[in-house]
């Protein structure tokens, strides 16, 4: 195991926060020990630094990118924050106005994302909402049908943190280009994610100009991000924030060494287990699938191409809040959509965004995320289903 368990709960919400890697920790550790500021001159400066740049080459030698183009930030986001507000307010200087510009975003992600584009059409620029799918897919094609000529940026995330379906990044990348070459040039950005933890981000492969990362999601501290942007974006952001001009003055503030070196190092670990984990986690998501169909029956698996640790399950009969409480009070833990849409209602915007006429009412209301991690093991799926099944016979016929 990876990590020694300390609690005898079953975890299975690593798509909201993952415990954070001893390695990182040890890093972070010694970090602490640096008393300097990295942008003073002095000896203890450098030295911090020197620290910070190792952090940053270590992430842009995963990305395949140049530690230039690594901004650091306080998480996922403000690194989407940054790169779609930091675009619409660099455009705004520029032209005076956003009007006459068209935005792309698909309409399942992240609230950080949704949110910064109600803020892009807030300052005049015109949005349009792809959606995806039957299958909860984001297809090159239902990209290629939204730009237009006056298109400067799409954001399409990379895998959706609700259910999982993975994007084909590679192919909008080169509808975009094909987009490109007719009309003028268009930011691609997409949020990363979980994804690293299974899935090689090299950002030239998958043809992004910006990409958001996150510690937490990562298996390093809480409280720091980044945000990968490509020389083509470079010039085309400014700050959301004021201040200094620390990270290239895209992001002012003092510079955390600490927890930008326990990131780093995340990261480094994560990539040496990631083929590994990536197995051994589809094997257990299929059989914790199987396991569900066989105790509750009528349930629907909502999204297919999926990562291999999410598997998130419409249950009949029993809203997916009531469920969530359910499971925590016999120690397991499992979330109804993300962590940071809780409390927002009951509906999952996401599998609501999957509806099909002839689907029931009750599927998008009675929605659970089971997201799997490192220390999920075989006992864990046998737990999960027997306290599903004392649920289960809880409700009434």
Not at 25 to 42: D, K, Q, T, W, Y
Request: charged content about 20%; proline content about 4%.
């Amino acid at each position: 195991m990876w990590f020694s368990r300390t609690s005898k709960r079953v975890y299975m919400d690593y798509a909201s926060a993952t415990p954070v890697a001893p390695e990182a920790l040890s890093a972070m550790r010694e970090a602490e020990a640096l008393v300097g500021n990295p942008g003073a001159i002095h000896a203890d400066g450098v030295e911090a630094a020197r620290a910070l740049g190792d952090a940053r080459s270590i992430l842009a030698h995963e990305l395949q990118s140049k530690p230039r183009e690594i901004i650091f930030t306080s998480g996922l986001t403000e690194s989407d924050t940054l790169a779609i507000v930091g675009f619409a307010r660099s455009l705004e200087r520029t032209r005076r106005t956003l009007h006459g510009t068209h935005w792309v975003v698909s309409t399942i992600e992240h609230p950080s994302v949704l949110q910064s584009f109600a803020e892009v059409e807030r300052m005049g620029g015109v949005v349009t909402h792809v959606k995806p799918n039957a299958h909860g897919i984001i297809t090159a094609e239902s990209v290629r049908v939204a730009l237009r000529p006056e298109t400067v940026f799409v954001s399409v995330g990379w895998a959706n943190s609700e259910i999982g379906t993975i994007a084909p990044l590679r192919e909008i990348a080169r509808v975009i280009a094909d987009h490109e070459r007719r009309h003028s040039a268009v930011l691609f950005h997409t949020d990363a994610g979980q994804v690293p933890l299974y899935l090689h981000p090299h950002v030239h492969t998958l043809g992004v100009d910006l990409m958001s990362l996150g510690s937490n999601k990562l298996h390093g501290p809480h409280g720091i991000g980044a945000l990968y942007v490509g020389t083509k974006a470079l010039e085309m952001l400014s700050s959301v924030l004021f201040g200094g001009g620390q990270e290239k003055g895209l992001r002012p503030g003092t510079e955390n060494v600490a927890l930008a070196t326990g990131f780093a190092h995340a990261v480094k670990v994560i990539a040496s287990r990631r083929k590994e984990e990536a197995d051994r986690l589809s094997k257990l998501r299929d059989q914790l699938k199987k396991s569900i169909e066989s105790v509750w029956e009528g349930t629907i698996v909502n999204g297919t191409q999926v990562l291999p640790h999410i598997l998130n399950v419409s249950f009949p009969g029993v809203s997916g809040e009531y469920l969530t409480l359910a499971l925590d009070s016999r120690g397991v833990s499992v979330a109804t959509k993300s962590a940071c849409r809780e409390g927002e209602g009951s509906v999952s915007h996401v599998v609501e965004a999957l509806l099909q006429p002839s689907d029931p009412s009750w599927r998008s209301r009675n929605t659970i995320r089971f997201s799997l991690g490192y220390e999920t093991t075989e006992a864990d799926i046998v737990r999960v289903c027997t306290a599903l099944t004392e649920v289960k016979h809880t409700l009434p016929l």
